[in-house]
């Protein structure tokens, strides 16, 4: 049996940074798994992932989402990036990061638009499942996951994972 | 930003400089299908029971026509009696969240058609706990679904299989079709 689900490239910040970057990721996989651990360096927690720099609004995104009182679902369209869901921030308890998993299926197919996967489990504000977007057929070669305030805060980790089927 | 090779321990600005292949050996890929045409159903057989969890990724896309995302299918050791399972979905459209609940074994909603935007092929991830598991009824929960830019669907779901005997087979159906360029891949998981 091949065995697959390979570490392909980790960071873990050692200043704030507001766009993390994975780059030249090879096509020789069959999906991603982004495995991110974050905290934003100040109150917004307002955050987004891109692909291949693209920054036109080919992005679009629908959520499903739970803060312990009220479960309601939105969706963003002709978006500048997919929501990631909602990240811890400066005040919330130290040194608490938000969990995030993001599939990417398919990244490396040429014919098909993108989709992704995207689980957040914040304990502190709200649980979220999205469906993302990116209406492109090009391979996907790079990763962008933007904070859109000031960064993302020191201590914050990515991890990149390929995942190659038989 | 440095970005660590996972193999060399050596930072860079790229995030793949210096990191060849490495082999963990907890997740291995039992078998899978590219559609080169259309296919009403695919199944997995002979399913070894060495490991401990399967997994199932799925890209895929239907030839049925309805107004909105519809269903695919996940059916045990070829047991299609439908009324033998038990369902929980929960998805969000965008607009109102909604849970509902069957006796049978849908992905629900989580498959785009002919009536969605075209290009677009869905992402549904099964995880199959204990799957070898002779004392206990099998459980599979999923994440799955997609965004059409303007529509689509997230889908969070688990369906029961109440059987004791170990999984060996897994047919992945849908209505209509699986349309060319559809994929499905099984993972065994230590």
Known sequence: ?166 | MAIRSLKSGTFSRSGLVGNSVIMPGSYESIASSTLSSTTASVTFSSIPSTYSHLQIRISSRSSFAFASMFDSYLAFNGDNTYSGYKDHILYGNGASPTTVTASSYNLSYTTPGPTQTASVYNGVVIDILDYANTNKYKVAKFLGGADLNGSGNIVVGSILWPNTAAINQITLSCDGSFITGSSFALYGVN
Request: aromatic share 8%; proline share 3%; charged share 10%.
């Open chain 1, 1 to 166: 049996m091949p065995r697959t689900y390979e570490p392909l490239a980790t960071t873990t910040l050692t200043s704030v940074t507001q766009n993390l970057t994975f780059s030249s990721i090879p096509a020789t996989y069959t999906d991603l798994v982004l495995v991110l651990s974050l905290r934003a360096s100040t109150t917004a927690s307002d955050a987004y992932f891109r692909y291949n720099n693209d920054s036109a609004t080919n992005y679009s995104d629908t959520v499903l989402r739970g803060n312990g009182t009220t479960v309601s679902s939105v969706r963003d369209s002709n978006a500048l990036g997919m929501d990631i869901g909602v990240t811890a921030v400066s005040t919330d308890i130290s040194p608490f990061q938000t969990p995030t998993i993001i599939n990417i299926m398919n990244y490396a197919n040429t014919t098909t638009f993108k989709t992704a996967l995207i689980r957040t489990s914040n304990s502190t504000a709200m649980v979220s499942a999205i469906a993302g977007l990116w209406r492109s057929t090009v391979a996907i070669n790079t990763i962008n996951i933007i904070h859109r305030g000031t960064g993302w805060d020191i201590g914050s980790t990515a991890t990149l994972y390929g995942i190659l089927k038989a």
